[in-house]
């Protein structure tokens, strides 16, 4: 059973570790951070204290809440410490060896009972699973960046999980007021699949010479009310980081045409223009000046580049629902709630009516005669 008792706890202090720590926390638990990296740890404690003290003085929770949730949160320099923990949560490097190797030490201080998840982005949990000894309680918890934030959780369980251990998991997130979905263990999950067009064809429309970043940016947040563009999030995210999901997706599945990564992109990051980090990506940061400012806007564009990669977005998602990667209804929350889109895209494709993706994805693929614009099985 995991309740409230339940001790958790939370492998990796970097930016995930820390944020699923104070989540858990806050939902009562008495939570132990670990990380090989001493200082990570005390960093992390005090970003949570700075964060918790944020949420106090704009009223969102008492000073005494914010005490007592720090209070609950125990920074440890020994892995051992974690012996009478119910659930442990790992975030720490995404290197398949040394996260087995992490989860074998675990494995031997914890008790048979104690359910082992990883936060992993791209791993297979089945992969990850195979490396311990009790796979039956293995299960990936995928929370998105910043964890205290977002609501959403992919809930991933492994071929050998138990379903027991999937339902106690999806009970618990659901305490902790988080979203749970439950999806099927393939590369880049729900959101990390779904999501991929939203960039891949904006890019390609881009490196088409179709239109420009800010066309597309502004086509998609004028006509779809996205928050940003797919140019801007990608400068956000980081051209590096944004490559290597790419990357990764299109490799696990042995390079799927509608995955295929770009070489704009990759040029920029063999550049150094990583994005707001670096002060460059497809838009220049050095001198604040409006991305409006600095280049054109084609007007005359818009709907084209909105109805290419809505089509794109969409053929994905009921692409994701055909093979049983998650439930309709929960690919449409994880959507929502994992990448804040405005609508869920499945019921947003039947809003707009799915004959017409299918006409304008059966348009690309007369044009290109490309694998990529098939449409998906969902909807033939
Ligand atoms: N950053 C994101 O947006 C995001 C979102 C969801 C999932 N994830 C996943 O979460 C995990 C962590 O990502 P992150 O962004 O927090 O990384 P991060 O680099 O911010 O933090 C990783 C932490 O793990 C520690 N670490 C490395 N090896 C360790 C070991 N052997 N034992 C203990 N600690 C060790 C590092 O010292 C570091 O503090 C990865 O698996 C990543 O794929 C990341």
Redesign the pocket.
């Known amino acids: 059973m995991l309740n409230v008792q339940t001790k958790v706890a939370v492998?990796?202090?970097?930016?995930?570790?820390m944020g699923i720590a104070q989540v858990a926390a806050t939902a009562g638990h008495e939570v132990y951070l670990?990380?090989?990296?001493n200082e990570?740890v005390s960093a992390a404690l005090k970003k949570i204290q700075h964060f918790l003290n944020r949420s106090a003085s704009k009223g969102k929770i008492t000073d005494q809440e914010a005490v007592a949730i720090f209070g609950r949160i125990y920074g440890i320099e020994t892995l051992s410490s974690i012996v009478d923990s119910g659930l442990v949560i790992e975030?720490?490097?995404?290197k398949i060896d040394?996260k087995q190797k992490?989860f074998q030490e675990i494995e031997s201080y914890v008790s048979e009972e104690c359910i082992l998840a990883s936060?992993?982005?791209?791993l297979s949990i089945t992969s990850l699973a195979s490396g311990v000894q009790n796979p039956s309680r293995f299960i990936g918890l995928?929370?998105?960046?910043p964890a205290p934030l977002m609501k959403l959780v992919e809930v991933i369980p492994a071929v050998q999980t138990q379903e027991k251990i999937t339902d106690r998991c999806l009970n618990l997130m659901e305490h902790w007021g988080k979203m749970p979905v439950i999806a099927k263990d393939t590369p880049g999950f729900i959101v990390n699949r779904v999501a991929r067009p939203f960039y891949s064809e904006s890019l390609r429309i881009y490196e088409e010479g179709i239109a420009n970043p800010l066309t597309i940016d502004t086509a998609m947040k004028e006509l779809g009310g996205f928050r940003m563009g797919p140019f801007e999030l990608m400068d956000f995210i980081g051209h590096d980081i944004n490559f290597k999901v790419t990357e990764t997706v299109w490799k696990s599945f042995y390079h799927e045409a509608r995955y295929k990564p770009s070489f704009a992109q990759k040029n920029l990051v063999a550049a150094g223009f990583l994005g707001r980090k670096s002060n460059k990506g497809f838009y220049d940061y050095t001198n604040d000046i409006p991305i409006e400012e600095q280049m054109e806007l084609d007007n005359s564009k818009k709907q084209i580049v909105f109805d290419r990669v809505m089509s794109m977005l969409i053929n994905e998602a009921l692409d994701a629902a055909y093979w049983g990667i998650g439930k309709e209804e929960d690919i449409d929350i994880a959507m929502r709630y994992g990448v804040n889109y405005p609508k869920g895209l499945i019921s947003w494709g039947k809003e707009i009516g799915l004959e017409k993706i299918k006409s304008n994805l059966n348009g690309l693929y007369q044009i290109y005669k490309e694998e990529r614009y098939r449409p998906s099985p969902y909807l033939i």
Do not use: L, P
């Open positions: 492998i990796g202090a970097g930016s995930m570790g670990y990380d090989n990296n990570a975030a720490i490097i995404e040394i992490v936060n992993t982005s791209s995928h929370f998105f960046n």
